[in-house]
């Protein structure tokens, strides 16, 4: 069963930067494509980033050339990098393979302006 376990969330002023981890259990993330995730009050889960077996990423035109997707293999750990944060990135973001499989709690971040 794969665990995930995302951390690194919190208020943030508008231009600010924060990473988000997330730990991983039951799946080796050098083995496999991850992704991060984001969701706000009232509207869908949206994909933000994904990084492949390959360590190939990409990332939604929305978060494009701010927020970097990478992993630590000997961590079993995937990060985002967010930086020049804005409003609204406020959200709650998740981690998970794909394809998808179990959700974590997420972690929640707050850009103030």
């Known amino acids: 069963q794969v665990q995930l376990v995302e951390s690194g969330g919190g208020l943030v002023q508008t231009g600010g930067s924060l990473r988000l981890s997330c730990a991983v259990s039951g799946s080796l993330v050098s083995s496999n494509a991850m992704g991060w995730y984001r969701q706000t009050p009232g509207k869908q889960r949206e994909w933000v980033a994904r990084i492949g077996a390959s360590g190939i990423s990409n990332h939604a035109d929305a978060v494009k050339g701010r927020f970097t997707i990478s992993r630590d293999n000997a961590k079993n750990t995937v990060y985002l990098q967010m930086n020049s944060l804005k409003a609204e990135d406020t959200a709650v973001y998740y981690c998970?393979?794909?394809?998808?499989?179990?959700w974590g709690n997420g972690t929640l971040v707050t850009v103030s302006s």
């Open positions: 998970n393979t794909i394809p998808l499989g179990p």
